[in-house]
């Protein structure tokens, strides 16, 4: 099927749209445009160097969590890694997510299902880190609540308090699926019961590999150390919207690029177009205008923080599939037979 014909990429657009409405509008053109012109990009250049080690952080963090299946090295993980973060950028609903395990998977003549358990554990430390770093922001320092900005704040509020109880509760069901393993195959042949014989045992296989997947939650040591990666890959991020906000001017103490960050991150999981566009710039904007940020700072800064994110990976990306001689055709592939895999 056509993206294009898919309800969930229009949905995804009419967030992107909305949101853009509401960033752009009332916008002082000029001084937009001479925030641009003046901003000192000299900042950019630690910004790039941070971010990017980010990524050699996560790649890192994904040998640890692959460990357990096998133990492959890091510069093998890069490319896939990459990869799917750049479909991510092009493509709606993180189809990068698929893309990776599928790469990974086919590579290292894995399976596929145990390669995608991996994935769903990174996007759980990924949660829990962007949640714990904007609750310890919360608490110790209290946001700006005005009349002027208590819809958003309250906003925030409530994406917090959702994204919380998704990723504790994914977490807590990832650990006891590992935990109660046994207990976790007979509820999902209890469930698939009702399926032709040829189905049960298809599913049979593919959860008991996803479980296999997740066998690095028995191991304490390097959960921790996964952890541990995962905070020191999102401070990169938060250190690279730092000096950028630096770019612009805005010398904040760190926490406040901390809840930035957050907030972004967390905002962006409202389906949208490809590369998060829309939510991104409503949640970064709304963001900085509670610290006394005018608009016409603000978006120009949080368009760039953007580019920032979105531009080198892509590129980074764009390499692996000329040097892999991979197409968008195989990776589309690869998501709907990684998708079907996982869902089956």
Same mark, same amino acid.
């Given at each position: 099927?056509?993206?294009?014909?898919?309800?969930?990429?229009?949905?995804?657009?009419?967030?992107?749209?909305?949101?853009?409405?509401?960033?752009?509008?009332?916008?002082?053109?000029?001084?937009?445009?001479?925030?641009?012109?003046?901003?000192?990009?000299?900042?950019?250049?630690?910004?790039?160097?941070?971010?990017?080690?980010?990524?050699?952080?996560?790649?890192?963090?994904?040998?640890?969590?692959?460990?357990?299946?096998?133990?492959?090295?890091?510069?093998?993980?890069?490319?896939?890694?990459?990869?799917?973060?750049?479909?991510?950028?092009?493509?709606?609903?993180?189809?990068?997510?698929?893309?990776?395990?599928?790469?990974?998977?086919?590579?290292?003549?894995?399976?596929?299902?145990?390669?995608?358990?991996?994935?769903?554990?990174?996007?759980?430390?990924?949660?829990?880190?962007?949640?714990?770093?904007?609750?310890?922001?919360?608490?110790?320092?209290?946001?700006?609540?005005?009349?002027?900005?208590?819809?958003?704040?309250?906003? *925030?509020? $409530?994406? /917090?308090?959702?994204?919380?109880?998704?990723? !504790?509760? @994914?977490?807590? &069901? %990832?650990?006891?699926?590992?935990?109660?393993?046994?207990?976790?195959?007979?509820?999902?042949?209890?469930?698939?019961?009702?399926?032709?014989?040829?189905?049960?045992?298809?599913?049979?296989?593919?959860?008991?590999?996803?479980?296999?997947?997740?066998?690095?939650?028995?191991?304490?040591?390097?959960?921790?150390?996964?952890?541990?990666?995962?905070?020191?890959?999102?401070?990169?991020?938060?250190?690279?919207?730092?000096?950028?906000?630096?770019?612009?001017?805005?010398?904040?103490?760190?926490?406040?690029?901390?809840?930035?960050?957050?907030?972004?991150?967390?905002?962006?999981?409202?389906?949208?177009?490809?590369?998060?566009?829309?939510?991104?710039?409503?949640?970064? *904007?709304? $963001?900085? /205008?509670?610290?006394?940020?005018?608009?016409? !700072?603000? @978006?120009?800064? &949080? %368009?760039?923080?953007?580019?920032?994110?979105?531009?080198?990976?892509?590129?980074?990306?764009?390499?692996?599939?000329?040097?892999?001689?991979?197409?968008?055709?195989?990776?589309?592939?690869?998501?709907?037979?990684?998708?079907?895999?996982?869902?089956?």
């Amino acid at each position: 099927m056509s993206i294009f014909a898919k309800k969930r990429f229009w949905f995804g657009f009419f967030i992107t749209g909305f949101c853009l409405f509401l960033v752009f509008r009332q916008v002082d053109v000029q001084s937009l445009t001479r925030a641009l012109l003046h901003a000192d990009y000299e900042w950019l250049l630690p910004a790039l160097a941070v971010y990017l080690l980010g990524y050699m952080i996560r790649v890192v963090r994904w040998q640890y969590l692959l460990r357990n299946i096998k133990d492959i090295p890091w510069p093998r993980l890069l490319p896939p890694l990459i990869l799917s973060f750049m479909v991510n950028n092009l493509f709606p609903a993180r189809a990068g997510e698929f893309v990776g395990a599928y790469i990974v998977g086919r590579r290292e003549n894995m399976s596929k299902s145990s390669v995608f358990a991996t994935v769903v554990m990174q996007r759980a430390y990924d949660g829990l880190v962007m949640v714990l770093f904007a609750s310890i922001v919360l608490f110790f320092f209290n946001l700006p609540h005005t009349g002027n900005n208590a819809k958003f704040v309250n906003m *925030v509020n $409530t994406v /917090l308090n959702i994204t919380t109880a998704v990723f !504790v509760l @994914l977490f807590a &069901v %990832l650990f006891a699926m590992i935990t109660w393993k046994e207990l976790a195959v007979k509820s999902v042949r209890f469930i698939t019961a009702v399926l032709p014989e040829k189905w049960r045992h298809g599913v049979d296989r593919i959860f008991q590999s996803f479980l296999n997947g997740l066998g690095v939650l028995r191991n304490r040591r390097d959960s921790l150390i996964a952890f541990i990666l995962t905070v020191l890959a999102w401070s990169g991020e938060t250190a690279a919207y730092y000096f950028i906000m630096r770019a612009f001017g805005l010398a904040f103490p760190v926490y406040v690029s901390i809840m930035l960050m957050a907030v972004v991150n967390l905002g962006i999981m409202i389906p949208s177009s490809p590369g998060y566009v829309g939510p991104f710039e409503f949640f970064g *904007v709304g $963001t900085l /205008l509670l610290f006394g940020v005018s608009k016409s !700072v603000a @978006l120009p800064c &949080v %368009l760039v923080i953007h580019t920032l994110i979105w531009l080198p990976i892509t590129v980074w990306g764009f390499y692996y599939m000329w040097t892999l001689k991979l197409s968008f055709k195989e990776m589309e592939t690869a998501e709907q037979q990684t998708q079907s895999s996982a869902s089956a």
